[in-house]
């Protein structure tokens, strides 16, 4: 895989996707991280989660600069989606510890087959 990243031309396909991955992973944790410490108060968690969410800025914005290039807004935010949706499955899992039900994972799925959609044409 890193021979297909480091290609000349394919930098501008893969670098949005490892970059709105890993701002991904930022928000989720800025949005949701503070649902285990409910004693916190409001304003401390609001500050906490804006200086998570700075980083996830950071890198969201070099990925739809760098990804416009090649794909359409559109299709950015598709890809920004469906990895927020996976991460968010994982967090959930591995963090917040809860289970994930059929009808979760089936409403998920049917996401992904609509952002298929984005693609095609």
Do not use: C, D
């Amino acid at each position: 895989m890193l021979n297909a990243v480091l290609r000349p031309g394919t930098w501008p396909y893969v670098a949005p996707i490892l970059l709105l991955l890993a701002s991904n992973v930022f928000m989720t944790f800025a949005w949701y991280w503070h649902l285990k410490f409910k004693s916190m108060a409001l304003w401390s968690v609001v500050l906490i989660s804006w200086s998570i969410a700075l980083m996830e800025y950071s890198l969201a914005v070099p990925a739809n600069r760098i990804g416009h290039s090649v794909y359409s807004a559109a299709q950015l935010k598709t890809i920004q989606e469906v990895l927020a949706l996976t991460i968010f499955t994982g967090f959930s899992v591995f963090y917040l510890r809860e289970s994930l039900s059929w009808n979760i994972l089936a409403g998920f799925a049917l996401i992904v087959a609509g952002a298929a959609l984005v693609f095609k044409g």
